[in-house]
């Protein structure tokens, strides 16, 4: 007797069953690998966050906002194009002001943070893990994941600095965790001939072991710039201009596991290259005026003004002035990508536009 046929399944009907179940069939998945072809989309827009409208509401912050424990008075951009906060998928930027005889107590957290100075006389100071580190004009100082940190303006001045933190990064994976500082609302100082800060350098206490990751550090403008203007006549990257990265300074590695920092100069009269990568980065502009194209987006930036450039998004930077240098601050993340090896980079092809992606052949629906 010749067995019944079986009877065709509805696929549409099956993927409910599924769905009722808490399950998916791979063939759900096709369509997101078939869209990947190529890359994926940029993750939030370009956007551009000018100075003087920050500047002011900075300002009306430090009335709507009074000196509150371990808040902070920072202003943090959120990209229009993203449903998270965020001012990229993985980064967070923000102005933050500190008034005269504030205090912002200390905390840790899991989110690592870097400070970049833009208002500052040096007798401000951020402390991390015990060590005090001056704030001054355009100076790197890390407040790595878990570290104590405090920000003390015993000044007549206030005091204002550029935020970036990997928070973004570190909710999606889970993993906040908080803690205000026990009791007292300052960490107690490290003596001197404790701090890591002088253990940084070429000359190392021989008796100890070094600590590699997470270090607090203070990279001083003075430094920076001398940087600069030693490589200004070197060819330097010809998508990025001069472009020196703030590294670990016991391990040469990336400025935290988290977060790199840059600090590029784009010569009088200098244009970049297009390319794109599959890193996101945030921009502050130290000096000078020009422009970045991306995407189709235009953004005409000067001093002080801050900028995104989502991931995989083709740009090019120039410098409007055929006279003055044009410097730029730039916090991406790289580390995260090199982490596991998923960082890319595509210049724009020699014809002027992008590569076509090769696109498999997709096979047909039934
Ligand atoms: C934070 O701890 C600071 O310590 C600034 O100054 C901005 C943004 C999000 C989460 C924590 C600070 C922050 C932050």
Redesign the pocket.
Known sequence: MARPEPKAKDLKAFDEELKALHMTGQWAYEDLLVRAVGGPKPKGDPYIWPWEMVYQKLLEACEAMPESETA?R?L?FENPGLTNHGTTHTL?M?I?MIKPGEH?WA?R?T?A?IRFIIQGDGDVFTTVDGEMCPMENYDLIL?PKWTW?D?RNATGNSTIWL?A?D?PLILALNQPFYEPYPGNQLQPLKEENQAFQIRAGALRPAWERRKSVDLPFRYRWKETEAALKAHAGSAGSPYDGVALEYVNPVAGTSTLPTLGCWIQMLRAGERTKKHRHTSSAMYFVVRGEGKSVVGDTTLEWKRHDSFVVPNWAWHEHANNSKSDDAILFCVNDIPILNAFGLYREEPENSLGSAAAPQVPPVRAKA
Request: glycine letters at 6%; aromatic letters at 0%; hydrophobic letters at 40%.
């Open positions: 902070r920072s943090l967070l923000g933050q912002a905390h957290h989110m943070a407040t940190h920000h935020d933190l928070v």
